[in-house]
């Protein structure tokens, strides 16, 4: 065995070691290792470290990994407000904002006008606190003078230096952007089922910082990026000496910024990363500029939201010309089938895209499209791209209505119509492959199950050769058997077990939500757990019983009835008892306080803070409810960042509508 003086020498080695490959894979872009290999390399130290726990130091990489559940986050005052950036999409009012500024100065005395030209990442920004050289703090944006301590999550981010290099005396605040870089999103994205996919990389930052278990914020991969320092011994320091004294101190700054010395530098910058922005590995949305004297930014001043000495120049969406050449019709877990546009490939904000979902049949009669029509497509959030209109002007003669298909395509089957609703569907369930994958997918997905391993390749697999017919059969696959599949192996099949395994554990309104029973979402199964909690009292219930639970009418109501009426319900769930999992519920969530006591709470729109189920939980908690509609009985809406009709209707129906800082006032 390893003395303890070896083990110190080992492990000094190994988190060098460690640090360097962080730093050529996150910082410099130049990775000379796998993920598989640095894995190793980290699996190594931390079984030294436990070997050795009085060698393990909060600088060490170890500490990146995650692990620690945080029921809730601390409040922080910031030293100095964090101030939002004012923006423009005008060239002209960027101007406008830099003859201002020169006109300020003018009034100080000063002549000379540097300013500094940044990209502007589209992410979360956070304070870092550093008490000699050590991260002590690590600190959400929140509404400007307060934000929330996730120093936990921000320790498994790894362009966050843990230790400064060379280290640093007294204490120094950094501040910069968290964000995603595009291929560790599309990884989480495609990890989830579709309809609850974060709509792009800064959504899916922002609901990962504020997640309570740091271990799953670990395996997000977030990154960042530092765009300011205080604390240095000479505060007269210039802001472009500040980004290459944070580049000294380990951190990244992006790289991509310049020192412009007159307005043609900065219009050269804008216009050239217009174009070079789409080859970087995360999204940016437009251009920073700031008064590079540091010494003088005071004197300018602020407004009561943005300083007087920097602006945000945004880009404009992004829109292309391209042909539709077909149109594919794809099944969902439910039996819908969404119509999917098959494209001429078109280079559109970076990235060239064939295909773009037309959503439903009335969407294909609103916009009166037709196959080979000339059409414009728009990238929603620089992420998603959809087509927005249809060129008629310039509509070829051989144009063809796009025709509603008779038979599923998965399967063959007649497709169906209910009254009232806009889709088409496939009634067959449970011979359908399409549906029988899109149900295994929702129910291993983060919310429900939480089965990781089980991703789409492999759920493809187990459907095709029909290993599993229903999510039931999940829980009696062999090692044995699983490690002979394609891209497979005994390492990859006892991770899948044992995440199985875990997923028994899962909670009983985890498990109803899971199960995906039409119109029965999160909120709902939490209202169907707290009325009925067992699966067997919730299966004897009659369809005017579930009528009276709050907001579960006669639609949701007859779905459910429908579900457990089936010839297979019974079979099937006795399959999910005899595996182990919770069919009833355990103890009641414990009342934190009665903040929230009768009040009924809708969320719209993206939340900073929470996930909406954690915004969920925390109202529950607090002996509020949860629901999914605006009505006149909605005590309160919390509206977030993009909020959709819900908000409107809201308004009109007079009911009080809060922010997400009021929201965590009241909570």
């Known amino acids: 065995m390893i003395d303890i003086i070896h083990a110190e020498e080992k492990i000094a080695q190994l988190r060098q070691e460690i640090e360097r490959h962080n730093c050529l894979y996150y910082v410099e ?16 130290l931390v079984e030294l470290e436990k070997q050795f726990p009085d060698l393990v130091t909060p600088d060490s990489p170890s500490q990146r990994v995650g692990g620690t559940i945080t029921k809730e986050f601390l409040t922080v005052i910031h030293r100095e407000p964090m101030l939002s950036l004012s923006n423009t999409y005008s060239l002209g009012e960027m101007e406008e904002f830099y003859n201002r500024v020169k006109k300020l100065l003018a009034l100080e005395g000063v002549e000379e006008q540097e300013m500094v030209a940044e990209l502007k990442f589209d992410g979360v920004a956070i304070s870092l606190l550093y008490r000699d050289g050590l991260l002590v703090q690590g600190a959400t944006r929140g509404d400007g003078v307060q934000g929330d301590d996730i120093t936990v999550n921000i320790r498994t981010i790894p362009t966050v230096p843990l230790k400064l290099i060379g280290g640093a005396d007294g204490e120094i605040e950094v501040r910069g952007e968290v964000f995603m870089r595009k ?13 609850e996919r974060f709509a792009n990389p800064r959504n899916a930052t922002a609901g990962t910082l504020k997640m309570q278990d740091s271990a799953e914020v670990a395996r997000r991969r977030m990154s960042f990026v530092a765009y300011y320092l205080k604390g ?32 043609h530098d900065i219009n050269d910058f804008i216009a050239e990363w217009s174009e070079k922005r789409w080859e970087l590995p995360y999204e940016t949305d437009g251009v920073v500029l700031k008064l590079n004297a540091v010494a003088i930014r005071e004197k300018l001043g602020a407004t009561s939201k943005s300083p007087r000495w920097a602006i945000a120049y945004k880009y404009p969406a992004q829109q292309a010309r391209t042909v539709l050449n077909a149109v594919v019709f794809q099944v969902g877990r439910l039996g819908t089938i969404t119509p999917v546009a098959e494209l001429e490939p078109v280079l559109l904000a970076g990235s060239t895209v064939s295909r773009s979902t037309l959503h439903n049949f009335d969407e294909i009669e609103r916009l009166g499209i037709m196959i080979h029509d000339r059409v414009i497509i728009e990238k929603s959030g620089e992420v998603i791209p959809k087509v927005i209109s249809v060129v008629l002007d310039e509509r070829p003669s051989d144009v063809q209505p796009i025709v509603i298909p008779l038979n599923c395509p998965a399967c063959g089957t007649l497709l169906k119509k209910s009254e009232g609703e806009v889709s088409y569907y496939c009634p067959s369930e449970e011979e359908c492959p399409a549906q029988i994958r899109g149900r295994v997918l929702h129910f291993a997905s983060r919310n429900a199950m939480d089965i990781r391993n089980l991703g789409k390749a492999l759920v493809d697999q187990l459907v095709s050769i029909k290993l599993v017919k229903d999510v039931g059969d999940l829980y009696f696959l062999q090692e044995p058997l699983v490690e002979n599949l394609e891209r497979m192996g005994r390492k990859s099949a006892q991770n899948l077990v044992h995440a199985l395994d875990e997923s028994r554990a899962k909670s009983y309104e985890r498990l109803l939500y899971a199960l995906g029973i039409r119109h029965v979402g999160r909120a709902t199964a939490r209202e169907l757990s707290q009325a009925y909690p067992s699966l067997e009292a919730l ?12 907001d579960i009418g006669p639609v949701v109501a007859r779905s459910i009835c429908d579900y457990f009426a089936k010839p297979t319900a019974s079979y099937f769930l006795e399959k999910l008892r005899a595996a182990g999992l919770q069919l009833s519920a355990s103890e009641s969530t414990i009342q934190v306080n009665r903040n929230f006591e009768g009040l009924t709470v809708l969320f719209t729109g993206g939340l900073d803070r929470y996930d909406r189920q954690q915004a969920s939980e925390l109202v529950v908690e607090r002996g509020g409810r949860v629901v999914n509609s605006v009505s006149k009985k909605t005590g309160l809406v919390v509206a977030g960042h993009d909020p959709g009709s819900k908000l409107d209707k809201a308004r009109k129906l007079g009911v009080r509508v809060v922010s997400e800082d009021e929201f965590d006032k009241m909570l």
Do not use: W
Request: charged residues 35%; hydrophobic residues 30%.
């Open 539 to 550: 299966m004897q219930a009659s369809e005017e019983e579930l009528s009276t639970v709050p």
């Open 232 to 263: 240095i011994s000479d505060e007269s320091t210039t802001h472009f000496r500040r980004l290459k004294l944070l580049e000294k101190l380990g951190f990244s700054t992006g790289n991509h910024y310049r020192l412009c010395r007159e307005l």
């Open 29 to 44: 872009a130049k990775p000379e290792f796998s993920d598989f290999e640095f894995d190793k390399l980290l699996e190594q």
């Open 183 to 195: 291929d560790d999103f599309e990884q989480i994205n495609e990890s989830r089922p579709e309809e």
